[in-house]
């Protein structure tokens, strides 16, 4: 039996967001899926580019519209709605982005949505975490009509490259809902990698104190390569900008190095960290619930041990 | 007159810890504290603040689930909602069936607004909001961080994973909230002996036209994996070796 999985792209303007490659790998756990990549843009010649290498990929789809030049999941939606009646499954990544969309095109075709699949058992049995992770919830459909679905990122290695899938436009004419505008975005601009796809990882707790207490890991990150994380309460105290939590509401990510500085270990830190391959953790209180997790621990004062560690990298 | 309509669930409180049963068939529940889902409870503490404002007149909170569910909506009552709707439904509701019991809400109370959670700390779906703004046609705001109401429109802060990103909605619209939105009050004794006299009207599915439908089976609940116990470093050069003995440096 085949499935014809349909993916919706995200990307910023002209570049992919790799959270796309992750949604191909879940997708090709699908037995006998076929799966199409859509892409709604202004102009989506480079997005569509760069999905058509992404290995496995069968289609690449282009919705083009002056409407797209922003993500918008009331304006994307209908779009999105207009090709997918082929479509056994329609996958999106568990991103802000694809949360908000996936669930309203979910609603408008009166789908089941299976939010945060980290792993696919069949066509329709998949893995979710629930209650942030503190079980593992195991969900079946019925087969009959079509699934939505949102992928866990952190739970899937992103599709190689190397593919040469076929690029078509889809003539899409539908009406646009007017009802919702984009107004503006703040995006801290940064040069170091990007939380959600960085090998390496710096992420600091309350205990850093300040927002100046903060520029003792950004040192440390740009001596590791590394992008800074925060938990919940580092953001709460305005220590860190919200882009930058990590953690059941924040970002969830599977990093092979993650440096958990500071942190005491909440639950809701833990699920966004619980898939990278190392875990460190440098706090004062040696009971931190960190050190559960940690695969290295290291008991004592966070402001003489970062330099120390700086020093000697 | 001017409403906003805040949908509430009841979940297990977000101190308990969590255990798997045995058998595999859910979490553990009796005995265990329940509470209005925190992020709801955001919703609530928006809403009235807008009525507080004076941009509002009624706020009316709902809930669809089970009897023990009117718990929550007295709660909710207590902070200051003026009345609640219990939709009463048994087993799973799906954020498909809540939403379309929503929207038979809706069009009885015609709301200005609807606030609702961006998630239950419970199933963790994160649905319900957008899943309800696409069966009423309207725009949807999620992940709600600031609120601003002006004629006709609403302008709403979103908590996106690239940073801040603000759009602006015609009314009606559903609205979903984020954590950093504000900080619920504290319901004083006074307030619960009140809510007790507010109104709380208990509706069915059926009643409504809402067909209780499961899509998805629940299979089985696992306990999540365990990481394997690390190893404790003295300092910080004893902490760089276990990385490079890693391959990680």
């Known amino acids: 039996m085949s499935s014809r999985v349909l993916i919706v792209a995200e990307h910023e303007g002209a570049k992919l967001n790799p959270s796309t490659a992750k949604c191909v790998t879940c997708a090709q756990g699908i037995p006998g899926a076929q799966i199409t990549i859509v892409v709604c843009a202004v102009d989506a010649a480079a997005v569509a580019a760069q999905a058509a290498q992404l290995s496995g990929v ?79 919830l195991t969900v079946e459909s019925s087969g009959e009509g079509q699934l939505v679905g949102t992928v866990r990122t952190a739970s899937f290695q992103a599709a190689a490259g190397g593919g040469a899938a076929p690029i078509e436009k889809a003539a899409v004419s539908v009406e646009l809902p007017t009802h919702t505008r984009f107004v503006s975005v703040s995006a801290a601009r940064s040069d170091r990698p990007d939380l959600q796809t960085a090998r390496r990882v710096v992420s600091g707790g309350r205990a850093l104190g300040s927002a100046e207490g903060f520029k003792i890991l950004y040192r440390l990150a740009d001596k590791l390569g590394a992008a800074v994380g925060a938990s919940r309460a ?17 970002k969830i990510i599977a990093p092979e190095l993650y440096v958990a500085v500071g942190i005491s270990g909440a639950i809701q830190h833990l699920t966004g960290i619980k898939d990278a391959r190392t875990i460190v953790a440098i706090n004062k209180d040696g009971e931190a619930p960190i050190f559960e997790v940690a695969d290295i621990g290291l008991v004592g004062d966070l402001f003489q041990i970062i330099p120390e560690i700086e020093r000697l990298l | 007159m001017k409403r906003i309509l805040v949908g509430i669930k009841r979940v297990v409180d977000y101190n308990v810890r969590i255990r798997v049963k045995p058998d595999g068939s859910g979490v553990i529940t009796d005995g265990v504290k329940m509470s209005v889902n925190p992020f709801d409870e955001i919703a609530l503490e928006e809403a009235l603040r807008i009525k507080e404002r004076g941009l509002a007149e009624e706020v009316i909170v709902a809930t669809v689930g089970a009897a023990d569910c ?13 009345r609640a709707l219990h939709v009463q439904a048994d087993g799973v509701v799906e954020p498909l069936v809540a939403a379309r019991a929503l929207l038979k809400l809706i069009e009885r109370e015609q709301p200005l607004l609807v606030i609702l959670g961006k998630q239950a700390i419970d199933d963790d779906n994160g649905q319900t909001g957008q899943v309800l703004a696409a069966l009423w046609n309207r725009p949807q705001a999620t992940y709600a961080s600031k609120i601003e109401l002006n004629a006709g429109t609403a302008r709403v802060t979103r908590e996106v994973d690239a940073g801040l990103e603000t759009l602006e909605v015609d009314l ?67 902490l760089l070796a276990a990385l490079k003995s890693k391959g990680l440096l």
Request: charged residues 20%; contains cysteine; glycine residues 6%.
């Open chain 1, 58 to 136: 069968a289609r690449v789809l282009c919705v083009e519209n002056p409407a797209n030049a922003h993500a918008l999941a009331a304006v994307w939606a209908p779009q999105v709605l207009a090709i997918a009646a082929p479509f056994s499954h329609i996958l999106g990544p568990s991103t802000t982005f694809g949360k908000d969309l996936m669930a309203r095109i979910a609603g408008f075709l009166g789908a089941p949505q299976v939010s945060d699949i980290m792993a696919i058992e069949s066509a329709t049995r998949f893995r979710r975490p629930v209650y942030a992770g503190n079980a593992l």
């Open chain 2, 70 to 82: 009117q718990q929550q909506l007295r709660t909710a009552l207590a902070m200051g909602a003026d």
């Open chain 2, 172 to 238: 009606p619209a559903v609205i979903t909230t984020d954590l950093r939105l504000n900080e619920p009050r504290y319901v004083k004794l006074p307030d619960i002996m009140k809510a007790k006299k507010k109104p709380l009207d208990t509706l069915t599915l059926s009643a409504l036209g809402v067909e209780q439908r499961q899509q998805l089976k629940l299979v089985r609940f696992d306990p999540p994996l365990q990481r394997q116990k690390g190893i404790r470093v003295t300092d910080a050069a004893e």
């Open chain 1, 234 to 250: 580092a953001v709460d105290a305005g220590y860190a900008p919200n882009e930058m939590q990590v953690g059941q509401t924040g």
